[in-house]
């Protein structure tokens, strides 16, 4: 089993920036790869980043390219999503998951919330205009 555990959500104005992390315990030499997923009132749990824990590759959906960023320090276990030019939009709450599974389709499967194992509970980011 692996637990994630998110913080680093918040109230910020349009335009700003926010720094989620996502710390990972337990089974951690079984994750494959790691994601940020959000979900907004009413709407559906949508992709937004996912990371390759060995390597660098990264996936992004195309509504956060240029102004979000994944990135990993597998020393601490533990996965981040810098957003800037953050957009009220972009208000949701934002869940880590990670997966054991090898995602050969990297830029297919990685966006695909079915093929992730594990989540976190979820933090808020709400970005007022």
């Known amino acids: 089993q692996v637990q994630l555990v998110e913080s680093g959500g918040g109230l910020v104005q349009a335009g700003g920036s926010l720094r989620l992390s996502c710390a990972a315990s337990g089974r951690t030499f079984t994750i494959y790869a ?7 009132p009413g709407e559906e749990r949508e992709f937004v980043a996912a990371i390759r824990w060995s390597g660098s590759s990264t996936n992004y959906a195309d509504s956060v390219k240029g102004r979000f960023t994944i990135s990993k320090d597998n020393a601490k ?3 981040y999503l810098q957003m800037n030019s953050l957009k009220p939009e972009d208000t949701a709450v934002y869940y880590c998951a990670a997966t054991s599974s090898v995602l050969s389709r990297w830029l297919e499967a990685s966006t695909t919330r079915i093929n992730y194992d594990y989540w976190g ?3 808020q ?5």
């Open 77 to 79: 276990n533990t996965v």
């Open 125 to 129: 980011v709400t970005v007022s205009s």
């Open 121 to 123: 509970q979820g933090t």
């Open 34 to 40: 790691m994601g940020w997923f959000r979900q907004a």
